[in-house]
């Protein structure tokens, strides 16, 4: 029979000294610590934006207002793939849409998604 060999202990974790913060630095930290509420939201947002078809969308929106027909014929893609990603994108509220008679155009909400998309492009650029 083989012995089977007992897992490693990994010892007792520190709970004093360096491995800890003392409790002044804990509060700072805790204090500076964002909510868990926003914390769902910017999940949801950065799960929004980890879709290539609607990472693409929202580039091409922020160059300006467009409507679908503009997004399909840009990105080669039937229009009506366009409208679902275009109704989960307005769910999250990263972009508005704008109704001029039959047709609706599309724009990012604010500028706060223009700089993430421009900062995320850039970081990519980099790599």
């Known amino acids: 029979m083989v012995p089977v060999p007992k897992p490693r202990s990994r010892g007792t974790p520190r709970t004093h000294g360096r491995h800890t913060p003392s409790p002044e630095r804990l509060a700072r930290l805790q204090a500076l610590a964002p909510k868990l509420s926003q914390v769902e939201i910017a999940v949801e947002i950065f799960k929004a934006l980890g879709d290539p078809t609607r990472l693409r ?71």
Do not use: W
């Open 57 to 127: 969308i929202l580039h091409l929106l922020s160059q300006g207002e467009l409507c679908v027909c503009n997004l399909a014929a840009a990105l080669t893609m039937n229009p009506s793939a366009i409208s679902h990603q275009l109704r989960l994108l307005r769910t999250q509220r990263l972009i508005r849409a704008r109704r001029d008679g039959r047709r609706i155009f599309y724009a990012l909400d604010d500028d706060h998604i223009e700089r993430l998309l421009a900062e995320g492009f850039k970081h990519a650029s980099h790599r």
